[in-house]
């Protein structure tokens, strides 16, 4: 049994066939199994009990099994499977000492044991050393034979062979030379190798098909220990680089990775246990998958806990990290080749399917990572795209030269970013990223744009505006004949300066032509229906303009001076122009007349219908058989173009001359009291006359007190008239206009009151002074309605209408 206390050996299955996991991975550990790849070497030697098996590979391997004491006579030492390292051999060389075969202890059912361990040390050696007596070659009875047969029965079971190196190791070899002795025991092996029964498939397989054999003879250990520890140190020089081309395990096969070992020998001997056929092929794949996944699960647990990528996974959220892409790739790259170094050996379909999956986990883990450091390369390169954009704008250049400009550097920016990002061994695809940057900033270049171009516009169409809606109104307000052909002109000239602006401006945009020549006319109905609409805003105050027309010319004279009505002014004439002048802007509002083509008759229409027809007679104007205004549209003006329909006009002139009625009344009426008032007084020899003669006639008026009441009762006919005639209403409608009718009304009455007194005076005694003041009192009445009946037929007669009699009538 090996000593307990060496740390580099345990038992690997016990004697009961327990196989020893824990006590496996700690030797595995205390002998850096793991780090040796495929170069490492298992040797396991097998044969009869106390055969000085452990004794040989104390010397041969520098190991420590428990042998057992010559003193004490023959019995088991080794119970189940024991294992140690070399001493000093390179590389690195595992040695399997078996439990002996013929064993006593075990009785019968040992051969079970025997078979399974025997398949087992040939299924995980390269070396197996087959220790036997130097007696027994050539022996029918030799106690190795069953060995052998065992050994080449469980070969069978392997599916296929591993080119083990069969090492007979001939104790106590004899003073026959190993030449002769040699011959013999390949006889006796090719002998068993053909009574083996073999499966159809190896029914004609050699036995060097399977096995290296090799013989080596060594002397009595107990006899002869010098010649033994000669040949034993001589045997061990085969052992270096064993597994080198033409070393002792040269040509083997099949080697588990040694990261594999403890997990494959395990699974082996499980497989040996449940009495299984080991499929080694199948079973190297199953080691290859079980430990590349544990690798590469390992891998990816260091990746995940490695700090620098902790660092990157937290920095990313706060902004673009320098450098992320190389970053991440050289842990990528460590963390694959990590994978890479220690799955090597293994089967390679398997190692890498797992790399792949690792790989893809690894992806997987950096995916959202990189996504996020991207969408800030994005974000920024958008930012510094509106930045510079707007910059660009706002330095006068042309919007689509600003708008190519700015893109092409900002792509640039953002491929070169793009670069910094792109993790080299991933491969990702960025051209979506890219792509929807390019639509964001497009989005942005015609957001801009649309505003740029409606900013455009309405600056355009607010110049317009300004330009052309004064002067229409004013052109329209002084309505003549030019007033049409001026506005055409000011709407062409504004126009045509506009949409030359506005095209230039338009340049800058790249448009197409449809797009710019759209928008073109869009200015120019935009004109078109500011003239219009000022027109049509107009034509809905013609009303008041008319009227406004009619009081500029009626009430003031050719020098725009108010006029006063002293008498002398043609009335008549005055009314006639005053009132063409108003028709002629009714004319000229009726229609809008933008076109050079646009000729009407619509002055001649409205002359002929309303003021020629009114110098008629009421007679010839009911035999008239058609009335020109009874109609909702002009000749030769579309519907579109009317503004004031005839119907409208005949209406609207209707009110223009009830409206306007009242000034002219008021003019005549003024007019005759300024001719009364001038007539009332007598001549001023006869004043001159009366204030010499009538001195004497005063004085006694003063001093006779019937007199005075005369006086009185005059007062009292002068309130009298104050309330008949109702001289304070004349007040009320307003004080000049008041005061010249009271003038007019009262002046004349009072001085025929005073003449009728004068002459009374003259003539006292015969005088009825109460006939007399109602008399006066008549005549004052009489006199004051004359006037204004006076006035009356005067306004009447100026027009020979009945328009203007009825109203006046009534009043
Ligand atoms: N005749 C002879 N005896 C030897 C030789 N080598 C060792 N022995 C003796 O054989 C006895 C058994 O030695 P071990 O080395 O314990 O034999 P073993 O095969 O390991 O025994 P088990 O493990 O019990 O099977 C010891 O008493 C040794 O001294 C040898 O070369 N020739």
């Known amino acids: 049994m090996a000593n307990s206390e060496i740390c580099c050996s345990t038992q690997l299955i016990d004697g009961d066939g327990t196989f020893n996991v824990s006590g496996l991975e700690s030797f595995m550990k205390e002998v850096k199994l793991a780090e040796c790849g495929l170069s490492y070497a298992v040797v396991s030697i097998m044969g009869p009990q106390s055969s000085g098996k452990s004794t040989l590979l104390n010397h041969l391997f520098g190991t420590n099994f428990r042998e057992m004491d010559a003193f004490k006579g023959r019995s088991q030492t080794t119970k189940g499977i024991w294992m140690a390292r070399c001493t000093g051999i390179e590389p690195c060389t595992l040695v399997m000492d078996l439990e002996g075969t013929d064993g006593r202890e075990r009785g019968e059912d040992d051969t079970a044991f025997e078979k399974q361990s025997a398949l087992f040390a040939l299924a995980v050696s390269d070396i197996v050393l087959i220790n036997m007596w130097c007696h027994d070659i050539g022996r029918e009875q030799a106690a190795n034979k069953p060995l052998l047969k065992t050994v080449f029965q469980v070969m069978m079971r392997l599916f296929s062979p591993r080119k083990t190196t069969l090492l007979f190791v001939i104790r106590d070899k004899t003073r026959t030379p190993l030449e002769n002795l040699e011959p013999v025991l390949r006889e006796d092996i090719q002998k068993i190798w053909d009574s083996v029964p073999k499966p159809q498939a190896h029914k004609e397989t050699p036995l060097s098909e399977f096995f290296n054999v090799e013989v080596v003879a060594l002397s009595s250990y107990e006899e002869k220990e010098e010649q033994f520890k000669d040949q034993v140190a001589s045997l061990r020089q085969r052992f270096h680089h064993s597994i080198a081309p033409g070393g002792l395990a040269g040509d083997r096969r099949g080697v588990v990775p040694a990261s594999g070992f403890s997990f494959s020998s395990e699974h082996i001997w499980q497989v040996i246990k449940e009495n299984k056929d080991l499929d080694l092929p199948a079973h190297k794949v199953m080691v290859a998958t079980v430990r590349c996944e544990e690798i590469a699960n390992e891998k990816y647990a260091s990746f995940v806990a490695n700090e620098e990528w902790c660092q990157l996974e937290e920095a990313v959220h706060s902004g673009p990290i320098p450098g992320f892409g190389k970053k991440l790739n050289s842990l990528l790259d460590t963390c694959l080749s990590e994978y890479d170094a220690e799955a090597t050996y293994f089967d390679e379909s398997v190692r890498s399917a797992k790399q792949k999956q690792l790989q893809e986990k690894l992806f997987q883990l950096l995916h959202p990572t990189f996504q996020s450091a991207l969408g800030h390369v994005r974000s920024r390169t958008l930012d510094k795209f509106k930045e510079a954009f707007d910059k660009a704008l706002n330095a006068r250049e042309g919007f689509s030269a600003a708008a190519n400009s700015c893109i092409g550097s900002c792509m640039a920016q953002f491929d070169e970013a793009c670069a910094d990002v792109v993790i080299e061994q991933t491969n990702w695809d960025t051209s979506k990223v890219r792509e929807k940057l390019r639509r964001d900033i497009d989005a942005h270049v015609v957001a801009v744009r649309a505003a740029k171009i409606s900013e455009l516009t309405s600056s355009y169409e607010e110049k317009l505006k300004e330009a052309l809606s004064g002067p229409v109104e004013a052109l329209l307000d002084g309505a003549s004949s030019d007033t049409w052909p001026s506005i055409r002109n000011l709407f062409r000239r504004e126009t045509k300066s506009a949409v030359s602006g506005f095209s230039a401006a338009l340049a800058g945009f790249d448009m197409d032509e449809e797009t710019t020549q759209k928008m073109i006319l869009s200015l120019e109905d935009y004109a078109m229906g500011i003239v219009e609409g000022k027109a049509r ?163 006694t008026l003063l001093r006779n007190p019937l007199y005075l009441g005369v006086i009185f009762v005059g007062y009292l006919l002068f309130k009298a008239l104050w309330v008949q005639l109702d001289i304070s209403g004349e007040f009320r409608n307003g004080a000049l206009p008041g005061i010249i009718s009271l003038s007019s009304k009262f002046i004349p009455t009072i001085m025929n009151l005073m003449k009728k007194l004068a002459e009374e005076g003259q003539n006292p005694a015969t005088n009825n002074h109460h006939g007399s003041t109602s008399k006066t009192n008549y005549n004052a009445v009489t006199a004051a309605r004359t006037v204004s009946s006076s006035a009356s037929s005067n306004l009447t007669s100026l027009d020979n209408g009945t328009e203007f009699a009825s109203p006046l009538k009534d009043e």
Not at 604 to 620: E, F, I
Not at 639 to 659: A, D, G, H, M, N
């Open 537 to 699: 805003e107009e034509a809905g105050r013609v009303l008041i303009r008319m009227k406004d027309r009619f009081t500029m010319l009626f009430s003031h004279d050719s020098d725009s001076m108010p006029r006063i009505w002293t008498g002398k002014e043609d009335i008549r004439a005055i009314t006639k122009t005053a009132r063409s002048a108003s028709l002629k802007l009714l004319s000229v509002m009726a229609a809008l007349r933008l076109d050079d083509d646009d000729t009407d008759n619509i002055e001649k229409t409205l002359a002929v219908a309303l003021v020629d027809s009114s110098n008629s007679s009421a007679m010839n104007r009911s035999i008239t058989m058609v009335d020109p205004l009874a109609s909702s549209s002009w000749e030769q003006v579309p519907s579109s173009k009317t503004l004031i329909t005839p119907v409208q006009c005949k209406s609207l002139w209707r009110q223009f001359k009830i409206e306007t009625e009242y000034s002219v009344s008021q003019a005549i009426s003024a007019q005759e009291a300024n001719k009364r008032n001038n007539n009332w007084l007598p001549p001023p020899w006869a004043i001159a006359a009366l204030v010499i003669l009538g001195f004497n006639e005063f004085m």
